[in-house]
């Protein structure tokens, strides 16, 4: 768009109006200047009413681990560095909310992220990323809904944490 003062400084209330109606445009277009986190993906606020409902709400940690993750609290602890009121997410709990209340993913749709299944002991409970000999120790991963949602990975792989508010 073209025509727009300059950037101003502002008190009190701004009404913005006038704008032109929904334009179809071919080609490309260019938007600078979005709000975007450390890996370079779009930041998004959730409106109130998602919010406050009753959907279980999942996002992926920017930093990636490995399978020592401090056990379920330290990955618990490593999602509240990022969002302070999420935990560590759990499989059952994710099916859960698919078959009930619902999910909303906040998260890529290729990315994998670290999940804790329940089941079994992934990455000896998240406490180690291979076995004393050195062989291979598997944990869940879990990218957003669509084919093979979950799937196992090696706890020596590096991967965001899944986590759930």
Request: aromatic share 6%.
């Amino acid at each position: 768009m073209i025509n727009f003062p300059a950037v101003q400084g502002v008190r009190g209330a701004v009404n913005v109006g006038n704008l032109p109606a929904v334009q179809t445009v071919s080609g490309s277009v260019q938007v600078n200047n979005l709000p975007l986190d450390g890996t370079g993906r779009l930041l998004v606020a959730l409106p109130t009413i998602q919010i406050g409902s009753n959907a279980l709400v999942l996002r992926s940690t920017t930093a990636t681990y490995q399978g020592d993750l401090g056990g379920r609290t330290g990955a618990t602890q490593k999602c509240r560095a990022e969002f302070p009121s999420s935990h560590f997410t759990t499989g059952p709990e994710l099916e859960a909310a698919y078959n009930s209340r619902g999910v909303v993913w906040l998260t890529s749709e290729t990315d994998w992220s670290w999940i804790d299944s329940l089941s079994r002991p992934d990455c000896f409970e998240w406490l180690a990323t291979t076995n004393t000999d050195g062989s291979r120790i598997d944990g869940d991963l879990v990218r957003e809904k669509g084919t093979r949602l979950f799937n196992a990975g090696p706890c020596s792989d590096p991967h965001p944490i899944l986590c759930a508010e």
